[in-house]
């Protein structure tokens, strides 16, 4: 006779009407509270180009690079290009960052097939700006 | 020693049990990284070789190329499942170096945080030995328990495992969100639940496994150089935290868990008083807050760090960690040589258990040392 404390069955009749503790992702998804460190939001035009992010990136994940041809003119200086394989999300760069350019979203999803997507250009896309 | 490995009985079609080498991990779903070779004589280890190197990160080189905002990042990973622990001893060591006044809100913060992580690395540590053991429900249980520590970490920190530095030269990186300390104290109730419902399992499965296995004599425990929990379930109180306090800890008031026994039960229960005791001094910390609030620490980018060498050491959930720093004055250390606890826990202290235990008892020796090859690699 195997010796089982008797506590247990209520806890096993409750499990019995219980929810799972689990959410069925990829269809629903825990909340993500305020102030997580996810993907960034960057944006071109309120960036000073200081160079701080670059300099505080524990990862050297941020490189200053200069806008393509086209856009050298709406932007002549060099302007942070995050690679998110090298990124370990501490938000440094974020905290650094004396005009509020670079921040840390609650994006999470950042799973990819395409190599490409890895780089974060600073530059807005072609045919947008 | 054998005189033919495993792999070539084996091949043989050898029956012979005598001199075989049995590996325990590197790739044990358990092990983490980390193997130990076995030579067995039957079911008898007449041999234990630990091998350690599959996790090693170079973090000491690493810092020495970083500022200590930048380090206090990377401390984080020298051990996954504790790294509020680390960075707090990483933070200390500058803070010295530097001479920094951390404010008082500040330092209960600390204390709060690190308790925290305490708590669910010990969560870790029964889940992993009750893995070990085959004991599947309390390895979910514990699992389950660990991640409302974790939403925690998620809401104060911004990451769930990884703090990136919460803990940081100069105090916090972030003061505590609205709300925070009313999480805290829903959570410290589920926490006191969670040791009882442990209560149950300890006295059944986990009693019968480990009782009278891997006896660790006091003097063997001084002599290989075990801390913390290890050493205190050998019958000695040592704890850095009452010993030789920092931050608020001589302020406060907990006991230093002791059991006789030394073997891999008075190990594994000894987890459970010390997270008691972790509630305990949480809820001291907590009554003790100060109302005003902390500006986020600003990251420096050009700051030196002042010419001197510091050796700061913590109690941590696995024993005693350390750091030594020196600086020559530039904004990097010059040299920051990392002391974890589970270099001499997983290599003369598992070794000096494992000789002479029957190979049915290996798991429950090796997760009652509660390792992180980690921490030993570095």
């Not at chain 1, 909340?31 to 460190?37: A, D, F, L, T, V």
């Not at chain 1, 250009?121 to 947008?128: I, K, L, M, R």
């Not at chain 2, 008082?104 to 204390?111: D, F, K, N, P, T």
């Not at chain 2, 700061?312 to 250390?333: D, K, W």
């Amino acid at each position: 006779m195997i010796d089982m404390p008797l506590g247990v069955i209520p806890q096993l009749i409750k499990n019995l009407f219980s929810r799972p503790m689990t959410v069925a992702f990829p269809h629903e998804a825990i909340p993500i509270p305020e102030g997580y460190r996810g993907e960034h939001a960057y944006d071109v035009d309120r960036c000073t180009s200081c160079t701080l992010c670059a300099r505080v990136c524990p990862n050297r994940a941020i490189e200053m690079v200069e806008a393509p041809e086209g856009l050298r003119e709406a932007y002549p200086k060099t302007y942070p290009q995050i690679d998110l394989g090298k990124c370990c999300f501490c938000g440094l760069c974020q905290d650094v960052c004396p005009s509020g350019a670079l921040s840390l979203t609650k994006g999470v999803f950042l799973s990819t097939n395409d190599r490409s997507t890895v780089l974060r250009s600073p530059f807005p896309a072609d045919g947008e700006s | 020693m054998s005189e033919a490995t495993g792999t070539e009985m084996m091949a043989k079609g050898s029956r012979v049990t005598d001199g075989f080498d049995l590996y325990f991990g590197p790739v044990h779903p358990g092990s983490g990284n980390f193997g130990v070779k076995l030579t067995v004589e039957g079911e008898r280890i007449v041999a234990a070789r630990s091998d350690p190197g599959y996790l090693h990160r170079g973090f000491e080189k690493l810092m020495e190329y970083r500022t200590p905002i930048q380090n206090a990042v990377l401390s984080d990973r020298l051990c996954i499942l504790e790294s509020l622990n680390w960075n707090l001893v990483h933070a200390e060591a500058v803070d010295r170096l530097c001479g920094t006044e951390v404010p008082e809100r500040a330092q209960c913060i600390r204390v709060i945080m690190a308790e925290f992580s305490r708590i669910q690395s010990h969560i870790i540590w029964y889940g992993v030995l009750s893995k070990g053991l085959g004991f599947d429900t309390g390895f979910k249980v514990a699992f389950g328990y660990r991640d409302y520590v974790l939403d925690l970490f998620e809401f104060v920190t911004g990451g769930r495992v990884y703090p990136a530095g919460y803990i940081c030269p100069g105090g916090v990186r972030r003061d505590f969100p609205e709300g925070t300390r009313r999480r805290i104290e829903d959570l410290l109730v589920t926490m006191e639940k969670m040791t009882r419902g442990f209560e149950a399992y300890d006295s059944n499965t986990i009693a019968a496994r480990c009782r009278g296995i891997g006896v660790l004599a006091l003097d063997d425990a001084l002599r290989l150089g075990a801390t913390g929990p290890v050493l205190r379930a050998c019958g000695l109180a040592a704890d850095v935290r009452r010993d030789a306090p920092y931050e608020i800890y001589g302020e406060l008031d907990f006991e230093v868990p002791v059991r006789e026994e030394g073997d891999a039960f008075a190990r594994s229960i000894i987890r459970k008083r010390e997270i008691e005791e972790s509630i305990k001094i949480i809820r001291q910390a907590l009554a003790r807050l100060p109302a005003e609030t902390l500006p986020p620490v600003k990251p420096k980018v050009a700051g030196k760090i002042p010419e001197g060498e510091v050796y700061v050491r913590n109690e941590i959930a696995r024993g005693e960690a350390a750091v030594y720093m020196r600086s020559t004055g530039e904004a990097e250390p010059y040299r920051c040589k990392i002391r974890g606890p589970d270099l001499l826990h997983m290599i003369p202290v598992l070794e000096h258990l494992l000789v002479g235990a029957e190979v049915a008892d290996v798991p429950a020796i090796y997760w009652s040392l509660n390792i992180c090859p980690a921490d030993m690699d570095r």
